[in-house]
C-alpha cells in the first residue's frame, strides 16, 4: 500500500513537471518572438533606441499636490508626439501582450527580454497593463466618453505612479485618473487641445470634434458589454480586433457596422468577418464596401 502511495506521488509529481516545463517553453517562445520584433521594431523606428529616464516625462512630478491641469497638459503633448510617429509593429503589440499575460508584469517582461522598462512603457499602450477597475471603467465608458481619451488618462495616470501590479498604488493611480477626466470634461479648450492634429490646424477644429462626436453617439446608441466568456474563441473576432475597428482606427462606417450588428444579434461578429473590416480599413480607411454588401443584416435595410 505504501509502495503504492509513493508510486502516485511520484507520478503525480512527473505531470506537474512535465506541465509546468511546457508552460515555460510556451512563455520562451513567446519572449524569443518579442525579443526578434522588437530588434527589427528598432531598426524600423517603431521603438526608439534610446529613451530619457521616465522622470523626465513628468516633469511636474514633485511631492507637492499634483496639478491635475498640468498632467492634462502632458498628456496631451505626449499623445501628439505619438500620433506624429508613423511606424507602428501591430505583431509587435500582439507578442507583448502575450508576454505580459505569460509574465504578469512589465518588470519580468523586461528581465526575459532585455528592453528598457522605460521604452516599454511609451510604447506597450495596451488596457491590460492598468488596474483593473480602471481598466473597467474605460470600457463601460465610465471614466470619460470618449474612448480614445479615455485610454490615454488611463494610461498616464497608471505610468505616473509607475503602476506595475503593485496594489499599494491602484487607488492613488484610479483617483488621479479620475481628476484628470473631470478637468477633461470640465475644460473645453483641454479636449479641443487633444484632439486637434498636425493636419487639423488649416481646418475647423469641430472637424475631428464630429468625428468623436459620431463615435460618442455609436458607442451610446448600440451598448456592447465585452466578456471574457460568452463568446467562441476560434471563431469569434478577438477583443484586439474589436479595439482597432472601434476605437484606434477611426473608421466610423466599421464602427458603427459592428457596434450595431453585435449589439442587435447578441454575440461578436466572426474573426473573418472582422479580419476583412480591416483589411479595407487599412486600405480605404474605412470598411465602407464591406458594409454596403452586408447592408442586408439589418431588417430596415430590407
Known sequence: ????????????????????????????????????????????????????????????????????????????????????????????????????????????????????????????????????????????????????????????????????????????VLLLAKDMAKMFNDNLDLRKEFFVTKDDYNKPVSASAKRNNELKTILEDWPVKESKHEFNRSTDRSGRQYKYIVLYSKAIEAARFLRRWEYEKGRRISKKWAHEMIDEIESTRDAKEFVKIHSDEFGDNN
Open 1 to 172: 500500500m505504501m509502495q503504492d502511495m509513493i508510486r502516485r506521488a511520484a507520478k503525480e509529481r512527473e505531470e506537474r513537471e512535465k506541465v509546468e516545463g511546457e508552460k515555460k517553453q510556451e512563455a520562451r517562445g513567446v519572449i524569443n518572438q518579442v525579443q526578434d520584433k522588437s530588434v527589427k521594431a528598432k531598426r524600423l523606428g517603431a521603438l526608439p533606441l534610446e529613451k530619457k529616464k521616465l522622470e523626465e516625462d513628468f516633469p511636474f512630478r514633485t511631492d507637492r499636490p499634483i496639478s491635475i491641469k498640468s498632467q492634462c497638459e502632458l498628456l496631451i503633448k505626449n499623445y501628439k508626439k505619438k500620433t506624429n510617429q508613423s511606424d507602428h509593429n501591430i505583431e509587435l503589440m500582439d507578442d507583448l501582450i502575450d508576454a505580459y499575460v505569460e509574465l504578469g508584469s512589465l518588470n519580468r517582461v523586461c528581465q526575459e527580454t532585455g528592453l528598457n522598462i522605460n521604452v516599454l512603457r511609451d510604447d506597450f499602450r495596451n488596457l491590460i497593463r492598468v488596474p483593473e477597475k480602471l481598466r473597467e471603467d474605460v470600457n463601460e465608458s465610465k471614466l470619460i466618453a470618449d474612448p480614445i481619451l479615455a485610454v490615454g488618462i488611463a494610461l498616464h495616470a497608471t505610468d505616473y505612479f509607475f503602476w506595475d501590479q503593485n496594489e499599494s498604488k491602484t487607488q492613488e
